[in-house]
C-alpha cells in the first residue's frame, strides 16, 4: 500500500526527478517526502481512533476471556461437595468435570 503510494509519486513527479537542475530535483523530492509524512500522519491517526473505538489488543483479548469464563458458569452448576460454592464446567486432559470456583482454595470436584 504504502510501496504503491510511493511508486505513484515516483511517476507522478517523474519528470521533475529527471531533470538537470539539482535544486528542481531537491524540491520535488522535498514534495514527495512531505506528501508520505502526511500519509504516515492520517494512517497514525486512523489507528489512534480505531483503538478509540475498538480498544487494544490486550483489551479485546480480555473481553473474550471474561466471555468464555462467562460461559463456564452454568445454571446448573452443582454445590461443591467440600464448601457448598457453586462449581464450573472445567476443561482436563480426562475430559470435563466440576471444578469448585473456590479453587485454589478449595479442590472440591465432581464427575460430569
Ligand atoms: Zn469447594
Known amino acids: 500500500m504504502v510501496a504503491k503510494h510511493a511508486l505513484e509519486q515516483r ?8 531533470e538537470e537542475d539539482a535544486v528542481v530535483v531537491a ?6 517526502i512531505g506528501r508520505a509524512l ?3 500522519k492520517s494512517q497514525i491517526e486512523a489507528q489512534g481512533k480505531n483503538f478509540e473505538e ?3 489488543f490486550g483489551e479485546r483479548l480480555m473481553a473474550r476471556h471474561l466471555e468464555a ?3 463456564q458458569r452454568s445454571a446448573d452448576a452443582p454445590e461443591c461437595p467440600q464448601c457448598s460454592k457453586p462449581m464450573r464446567r472445567r476443561k482436563s486432559a ?3 468435570f466440576w471444578g469448585c470456583s473456590g479453587f485454589p482454595d478449595c479442590k472440591g470436584t465432581r464427575a460430569i
Do not use: V
Open 11 to 18: 511517476n507522478k513527479y517523474a519528470s521533475w526527478l529527471d
Open 69 to 71: 469464563r462467562e460461559q
Open 94 to 96: 480426562k475430559g470435563d
Open 38 to 40: 502526511n500519509m504516515l
Open 54 to 56: 475498538n480498544g487494544g
Open 27 to 32: 524540491n520535488a523530492l522535498l514534495i514527495i
